[in-house]
């Protein structure tokens, strides 16, 4: 079941008003829930249901035997177990395959038959959750739930299919106590889930249809400029799509009650591609740095190693976007820019890398926010063994939250100019490496580029409309905050009547400009 | 300020969530009319609710910061979210009943389909004799879509009556002679436009990168279109608004993957999937939409073979389906049926994995077992193309 369908919209009004008349009974409210979540997932296919039900009973059952035992062979068996279900069912024929054409090429015979195993929809979402829990449970972050907790963890819809990824330590502690009825944040949800339609019908997959899609699908039929405005057209679409889906399924959970993370922070906005990394699907950037990064020494060892790791981690992020050869080559990319600009800032500011105590800048809502400083809690030392053992949410927000110098070396060293020219150098590689992340293989991508430069020719189907809609996806990130503050208070001063009738009649606006026209599936689903 | 050492990417720091319960959970037994006591509930609970703003609570974004009293004002009992929520559904499921009607045509046969149109379809014909859908349309037009005529019944059925019945039409037109093939040129190439289903999603862009520089194919993709459900996208009104807008030498179709299903027809008879009356409906549909594209005999029609399919009872359909356009082929004049079958299968039958062209294995078919992959597609094209050349005696 995907969010803007009428499934859902029945769906949900149902959930909606039973979770809220259960709330106040979790014997009776979480047993409702999961099997609506279940039913939710296996709306469109039965049979991946007992696969999250197999998931969660092994992880639980994991959890509990390294909570009793504390053997990492206990941890080790459970994360071979979630990554072979996500081998088997995500990466076996791309990897069959790729034996089969090497061995073929040596004139060897394939040993591993060639099979087509289905992708169960957001298997890659919640086998992260299920790690992470597992992995906290072993490093004493979070005691193991009871099971049905944890299978609502696992499964609770408006995160199952395509996240964000929420940690054990956000989502169990909220299913301690009953979510308060008398205060549902309605505003901000309505907010989000329309300005997420927005982004989705009426940006994202305008971009896609008018654009995107056909100069991808046929690069040798389009020119420079179709092709140049292609690539920043993605750039705006993969956002937009899926911000949109996640800005969805947070209103979605805080009409519940529930409160996700953000996922993204005006990414494109970023002045260095680490701060790229720190805005762009925030919740899978601190689960690689968590559970990847950080075990494998982070940057302690040295400059070398902490190269290698970030290689590693950022192509296996490039990975598990899926299984081809642009991703893992995406990835990589990724990571050897990190590392180039790594090296680049030690060389200006003169120091080694190692030298210098590790402390993550704050992203900017979170400098922006009033949080309270707390200065008991020391800043996270990247050469500690503490800050892989322990990565917590906990101990990572509130080691950076109070930090307010961390106001952002860019701003400081660079002025607006430079800042600015960061900026552009920022969006245009990772626009450049979105080529891949679109491109069905390397020849087309390869082709996209030759053409970026040689085709010269007119450009009908860069539209107006297109334009405009481009321009749109990127200036959201420039709108001012209290632009947003001022809306809300104003939508939330209104009463019941005058707030349904600007809601409907603003959805009624968003499906007219799309027409009688399926929305796409949300780019994400495939993950 | 401090420069952080960790270069890899991270996210902002995640959110600090409920402190754990300091005691007994508050057991509020007011279910949706909210408003708790503040007596139950220990006040830190409340304040990461109150933050949160929509995200975790440690980290707001812009647009979702709370945390301050605009945050508790924003925050509502239950049961008006609910109304807010269910009100705005419901008004939209009224005014947007056409649209509702429409999504519910386009799905699968089943009991949610059958359940949405048994709902919407009272309420379409009530909304549109009190003019309730006149907003709907109004803004559809504004935004310069087409509206559908509310009840109109669609060329695709009644032409295809009309040659069950004998009785002459778009279907029943003698053949014409065929207009002579030019030699395209690089500066003047053959206009070809691959349409059709979602089959052609994958194909039609394929055909585009490979073909030689003298022809230049176009794609349009109708997805989750067929000739059984012309309520729900009326082939034959498409077709001549292709051919107006497009003017193709040659259209090459690939359509029939949602036709596994029965057939309606305007009187209300039901033709089961599989059966020879529906097979029989389904020629003389086809043989209306190609008469169209064709124009009998103006321009070249290409229909291509349905690939074998991994269900068993969906390659029955599909069998049935090959016969009857490779039939209704026959009868229009510049139409033609070509059989992907030998190159798409093994042995006739249904394989993930074919041979590409260089000899090895490619992984040929979609995980759906019905749509072809980027090499599947590929094999397909390469076909295509060879038909092409040898028609259009192509370098």
């Not at chain 1, 997959?205 to 400029?225: E, K, N, W, Y």
């Amino acid at each position: 079941m995907i969010f803007p369908t009428i499934e859902f919209a029945a769906f949900f009004v149902v959930v909606m008003a039973t979770s809220w008349l259960l709330m106040p009974r979790p014997a009776l409210w979480k047993p409702f829930i999961l099997p609506a979540s279940y039913f939710f997932y296996g709306f469109a296919d039965a049979r991946f249901v007992l696969l999250i039900v197999a998931s969660t009973l092994i992880n639980q059952a994991a959890a509990w035997a390294i909570h009793r035992f504390r053997d990492r062979r206990i941890l080790a068996a459970a994360i071979a177990c979630d990554l072979g279900l996500l081998g088997w069912f995500k990466y076996y024929g791309f990897f069959a395959l790729s034996v089969d054409r090497a061995l073929t090429d040596a004139g060897l015979p394939a040993p591993l038959p060639l099979l087509q195993v289905a992708l169960p929809i957001g298997i890659s979402f919640f086998t992260f959750q299920a790690l992470s829990y597992v992995i906290d449970v072993h490093r004493g972050i979070t005691p193991p739930a009871p099971l049905l907790d944890f299978a609502v963890y696992e499964a609770f819809f408006p995160h199952l299919v395509a996240g964000p990824i929420v940690r054990a330590s956000e989502f169990l502690p909220q299913l301690a106590t009953p979510r308060d009825p008398a205060r549902v944040p309605t505003t901000r949800a309505a907010f989000l889930i329309l300005g997420g339609l927005i982004k989705k019908v009426v940006l994202a997959d305008v971009i896609a249809s008018r654009l995107v899609d056909p100069v991808f699908d046929a690069p040798g039929q389009h020119s420079s400029t179709e092709i140049g405005v292609a690539i920043y057209g993605y750039a705006v679409q993969i956002y937009c799509d899926f911000s949109a889906y996640s800005d969805i399924a947070i209103g979605i959970a805080l009409l519940l009650g529930f409160r996700f993370p953000d996922n993204f922070d005006r990414p494109y906005a970023a002045r260095s591609l680490q701060e790229f990394w720190r805005r762009w699907h925030m919740t899978l950037s601190r689960w690689l740095r968590d559970y990847v990064y950080l075990p494998l020494g982070g940057s302690r060892r040295g400059r070398r190693r902490t190269h290698l790791n970030l290689m590693i981690t950022m192509t296996l992020g490039g990975l598990w976007h899926g299984a081809s050869w642009t991703f893992v080559l995406w990835g990589a990319l990724h990571g050897a820019a990190l590392v180039t600009e790594r090296r680049l800032r030690a060389r200006r500011t003169g120091r080694t890398a190692t030298a210098r105590p590790a402390q993550m800048p704050l992203p900017r809502a979170e400098r922006a926010a009033d949080v309270p400083a707390q200065p008991n809690v020391p800043a996270i030392d990247s050469g500690t063994e503490a800050s892989s053992t322990a990565p917590t949410s906990r101990a990572v927000g509130l080691a950076t939250a109070p930090a307010p110098a961390a106001a952002g070396t860019a701003a400081r060293v660079a002025g607006p100019v430079r800042g600015w020219a960061a900026r552009l150098a920022v969006f245009h590689f990772v626009c450049a490496t979105w080529v891949l992340f679109r491109a069905p293989d390397l020849d087309t991508a390869g082709r996209l580029f030759a053409r970026l430069f040689t085709a010269g020719g007119p450009a009908p189907l860069v539209t107006p409309s297109v334009v405009a809609a481009i321009a749109v996806g990127l200036t959201t990130a420039a709108v001012p905050q209290h632009w947003w503050t001022r809306a809300q208070a104003r939508f939330t001063q209104m009463s019941l009547g005058p707030q349904i009738a600007l809601l409907t009649m603003a959805m009624m606006v968003i499906y007219a400009v799309v027409g009688q026209q399926d929305v796409a599936p949300f780019i994400y689903f495939r993950f | 300020m401090t420069e952080r050492d960790d270069a890899v990417p991270t996210g902002p720091p995640a959110s600090a969530p409920d402190p754990p319960p300091a005691g007994p959970p508050p057991q509020t037994r007011r279910g949706l009319r909210g408003r708790p006591s503040t007596r139950d509930r220990p006040p830190t609970r409340d304040r990461p609710l109150d933050r949160s703003a929509g995200s975790a609570p440690a980290q707001p974004s812009p647009r979702h910061r709370a945390g301050s009293p605009r945050a508790a004002a924003d925050a509502v009992p239950a049961r008006r979210a609910l109304l807010l929520v269910v009100a705005v559904l419901g008004l939209l499921a009224v005014l947007r009943a056409p649209a509702m009607v429409h999504a519910g045509e386009g799905m699968r046969p089943g009991l949610t389909r059958t359940l949405l149109l048994g709902a919407a379809r009272p309420v379409e014909r009530v909304t549109h004799l009190v003019r309730l859908d006149t907003p709907d349309r109004w803004l559809t037009r504004a935004f310069g879509h087409r509206t559908a005529p509310h009840g109109g019944a669609s060329e695709l059925a009644t032409a295809a009556s009309h040659a069950a019945t004998g009785r002459t039409g778009t279907t029943g037109a003698p053949a014409a002679p065929l207009t002579p093939l030019r030699r395209p040129t690089a500066a003047d190439p053959l206009r070809v436009l691959v349409t059709g289903d979602s089959l052609t999603e994958s194909l039609g862009p394929t055909i585009t990168n490979t073909a030689p520089d003298t022809v230049r194919a176009q794609t349009e993709t109708r997805f989750g279109t067929g000739l059984v459900r012309p309520d729900f996208f009326d082939w034959a009104a498409h077709a001549r608004v292709q051919v107006a807008e497009r003017d193709p030498e040659l259209v090459i179709v690939a359509m029939g993957g949602n036709d596994g299903q029965g057939i309606t027809l305007a009187d209300g008879t039901v033709l089961p999937a599989g059966s020879a009356e529906w097979a029989a409906e389904y020629q003389r549909r086809a043989g209306v939409v190609m008469r169209i594209w064709t124009a009998d005999g103006a321009r070249r029609l290409l229909w291509l073979s349905l690939p074998p399919a991994r269900s068993d009872r969906l390659n029955g359909y599909f069998r049935q389906l090959n016969a009857a356009t490779e039939a209704a082929a026959a009868g229009v004049s510049g139409a033609s049926y070509l059989d992907l079958a030998p190159w798409l299968s093994k042995d006739g039958a249904y394989s993930d994995y074919l041979t590409g062209a260089d000899g090895q294995a490619v992984l040929a078919r979609s995980h759906d077992g019905v749509h072809l992959a980027l090499d599947g597609a590929r094999i397909a094209a390469a076909h295509v193309i060879d038909n092409i050349r040898s028609t259009w005696r192509l370098g």
